[in-house]
């Protein structure tokens, strides 16, 4: 696989162009391109610093060391707040006397610590009704996370603010608080892939000692921000767990979803 993305960059072309012509051979300023990508690859680069880019829920996204690496397990979020709307969608329609609520039909979502934008997106594309806000603390990731907005004419679709997790936002009551927090823990650092530890910016995937100190702040901090019954919905892993649904005890219709390892991944919670 990235080999096959080094080629792809080094060529400039999509995955469908490489396997129409296989016979395609390299100039030799493209053999030289190519080898210099294996040459920062070979030093444990991950190939999407390299190429500059990362697929997720099928948007092409410009990633760099500012912002983590967009992974696939992400995407169960994604799926976990579509889910949640066609299952409120169809409650409605059930109760035909029922005036249909405004978050529903348009549903007000903040992305807590967007880094690439790339669940703010996602959401936007699926969504054409939802007003959404995206937060990060670093500004070199929002500036990521703006040009992928652009790229995919999402810009007057999503609110970009420089903040800690909510805080400073404007007052207003969401109907949906998403993020992908840091939450891995220095006790877990030699567990996680040298090229993880290495490249990526460290304050998006470790959150302290035991990987629950981000969580701790942001799941009052969106209990504030949600009108009632509003959703949290955050990526979690299998470690933190078991903590993370002790510290939602005071919410309701708690539920965790495996990613397709069967390790828990997304946890999400009704105020």
Known sequence: MNAELLIMFTLDCDRAYLYAHPERELTSDELQRYDEALARRTTGIPAQYITGHQEFWGLDLIVSPAVLIPRPETEHVVETVLGLMSSQSQDQNQDQDQKPRTGVSAPHIVDVGTGSGAIALALAK????????ATDISVEALEVARANAARHELSSRIKFHQADLL???PPREFDFVVSNPPYVGESEEDSVQLEVRKFEPRNAVFAGPTGLELIDRLIPQAHEALRPGGWL?????????????GRLSSWTDVEITNDLQGIARVIRARK
């Open 167 to 169: 805080t400073g936002l």
């Open 126 to 133: 699926e969504l054409p009704s939802a007003e959404i806000d």
């Open 233 to 245: 919905v955050f990526e979690i892993s299998g470690t933190i767990a078991d903590g993370v649904r």
